[in-house]
């Protein structure tokens, strides 16, 4: 009698006949005695639907409409999903976020959770009820509704798991685990049967689709102990094999298993490069060309500043592309000339490549041969970023697929481990 | 510097184009002074797809979770509409209904405001906004999603209008105003440009689809002044013609008017019939027969119970063809043999044609004509039912168009006034 968390992508959720199989492989899970909540996205290709309708109206449609119109979305998934649960007989109600409520902080958009009220998901799991709670979205302080950006759903399916302490929140995707790297790229791409959270953290930061990255960190922050499993197995799958297939991200380096030094090789087109030039270099210049992008609400992913010459240093950064032009336009319009750059120079066509792994932490050298590596295949890089368990560097997008499989094979993770 | 409610329908706002003539529609009238709340419907053809949807799971969906769904169109439109607005330089901000919030009970499918708080309207208004709101939904008590049923943003609209006391309600259709009857079945059929609250209520409950019934019930118990307009016309418009367009629902029978005796023909061939023969005519049998339709939410619209002969009845009345299988089955199931009836006998091939006027009040023979008319025309009456301003018949379905032309020339309507 276990508390489980299910979260569906919208490629499960994708037909009629689909949103029947999730129902089917939920009322299976519900009827061997689980106590059970489910998150599902929204349909496949309708949070783009209804984005391109916004955008259709004016490029870029006001922040906190075009929430109202993206989350419905999933208010639709939930309300098909608990009508499939009742017609095959499981009690289910379904909720949006604001009525259970997930609240968040007011960034339309990429709103942040910042609290789960449980008083209606206890109620409901305690008259036996399947719930059903919209992914995605949720309720700023001012009472209006919020999203939480791409792959919101695992977010939002983790963060309810927290709330609820699951014991475990399954994340059914079309992939069937985390992988070494994209087997689309490395056909010899292995599954990870566990994976250390930080570990994922850094592949789910490094652009590995499987989990939105904040998915990642919410399970890091309250020991959500979270499964990715495929959801294309027959629904009618033997229960205790389903639970156990898939990736389980963990929170322990286990002492039994033989650590691997890199788990994987995780890579990423979605950036792009901004330099600001000879720029003087003193106190507070970071702050003054990365402080108008973080008002307009732009992420920043890696910052470069190297050792200044003549007192004037380049300063660079990597943005989403979709905010690539934004960025751009913030910095020439309130940063470039204030504070006596040359110039600016942006690049929207490169790729970052990363060997993430926690047995780095113990092995030197793990640097030097993936530099070797790049070089040996003639791979200029171009930017260089470490943390402790991962190094990610940025090349031309153009060598993307081959550095990933020089990587791949370089660091072993061809064979069998 | 009037309040003023705008209310659009689902074909007005059916593509990103029409929204943004909506949108400059309603610019017009914000830069004209007038402080505007402005009630959009689904795009059309969205509330369909959306309902058909959760059919397609289960052909009776849940009403709790077919309203989850159903009610998402709404929310689409009044964010597009939003994005539109604030496109053109007017502040706007979009509402759900519970967000307002629009109160009402628990009849998912069809449920009935039974308040609504205004303090959030009245914020955005003082802010100088164009406030939108979500048509066609509310919120229950137990902070439940609820729909109001086909056609209830004209409803919203009207409700809203009352709340916080606007000047005017304005009804944006396909349709420019209130017919004497329909015009693709009368080409004489004219134009109203007034007609009476009550008179209208008739029109309305006998199936001229202009305006839903609840809103001109809405519009009569709080005195709303409402008018139904052309959304055809171009928004650019002078704004002192469109205001003076349409058909405009007033709450005198004024003198100065010279009152026509019948002001339209409605009709419709939304409802079936349904028997229950030789029934005991005890006391408490019409109860034991429409207790139980009652408890089955299906709502009935004439009744006909007949002296008794013999101690025996026949007890007639007609629902929405929509509930007549349902209702058939209840009755099979539970009423029937428990009250010792004879028969159940259904017909849904049935049409209702009304003759309506306040003028009626006041003249004899009304009845006569249209009972004479029908005669000539070979039609036989299958039910008749008379309110003080209107005479409705039933007759079969096949006659519908015949009797409306008929009627339409013999109350003299094909003559200008």
Request: hydrophobic residues 45%; contains cysteine.
């Amino acid at each position: 009698m276990a508390l489980i968390v299910h979260k569906y992508g919208g490629t499960s959720m994708g037909s009629v006949d689909r949103i029947r199989n999730v129902a089917a492989r939920v009322a299976k899970w519900h009827r061997a005695g689980h106590r059970m909540i489910v998150v599902p996205s929204a349909m496949s290709g309708e949070t783009n639907r209804l984005i391109a309708l916004a955008k259709a109206i004016v490029p870029e449609p006001d922040p906190r409409e075009l929430d109202m119109v993206a989350c419905t979305g999933e208010q639709v998934s939930v309300g098909l999903l608990a009508v499939a649960l009742k017609s095959l007989g499981v009690e289910a109600v379904s909720y949006c976020g604001w009525q259970v409520a997930v609240r968040t902080d007011s960034a339309f958009g990429k709103a942040r959770i910042t609290a789960i009220d449980t008083v209606r998901l206890d109620a409901a799991l305690n008259e036996g009820k399947v719930v059903i709670v919209a992914g995605f979205q949720g309720v700023d302080p001012h009472a209006n509704l919020t999203t939480l950006g791409r792959g919101g759903s695992d977010t939002s399916a983790v963060a309810i798991a927290a709330a609820v302490k699951a014991s475990e929140c399954l994340i059914y995707t079309d992939v069937d685990g985390v992988y070494t790297t994209d087997p689309r790229i490395v056909a010899e791409a292995r599954r990870l049967e566990r994976i250390t959270f930080e570990e994922m953290l850094e592949m789910a930061s490094l652009g590995s689709k499987v989990l939105q990255i904040r998915s990642v960190e919410f399970a890091g922050k309250y020991q959500v102990k979270t499964r990715v499993l495929s959801s294309l197995t027959p629904p009618e799958m033997d229960l205790e094999e389903e639970a156990a297939s898939g990736t389980l991200i963990t929170f322990e380096e286990e002492e039994s298993m033989e650590q691997a030094v890199i788990s994987g090789i995780a890579f990423n087109r979605d950036e792009a490069k901004i330099t600001v030039t000879r720029v003087p270099d003193r106190p507070g210049v970071a702050y003054s060309i990365l402080g108008p992008i973080a008002e307009a609400n732009i992420d920043v992913d890696m910052i470069i500043q190297n050792q200044s010459q003549d007192g004037l240093t380049d300063f660079s950064f990597t943005v989403h592309r979709n905010e690539y032009e934004r960025a751009m336009r913030v910095l020439r319009e309130e940063v470039v000339s204030q504070i006596g750059a040359r110039t600016l120079i942006g690049d929207a066509k490169i790729a970052k490549v990363s060997a993430v792994g926690i047995g780095m932490r113990s092995h030197v050298g793990i640097a030097s041969l993936m530099f070797r590596t790049l070089s040996s295949e003639g791979i200029n890089i171009q930017m260089i970023s470490t943390s402790e368990i991962k190094i990610s560097v940025v090349i031309e997008d153009k060598y993307m697929e081959l550095a990933v499989r020089a990587l791949h094979a370089a660091f072993g993770l061809d064979q069998p481990g």
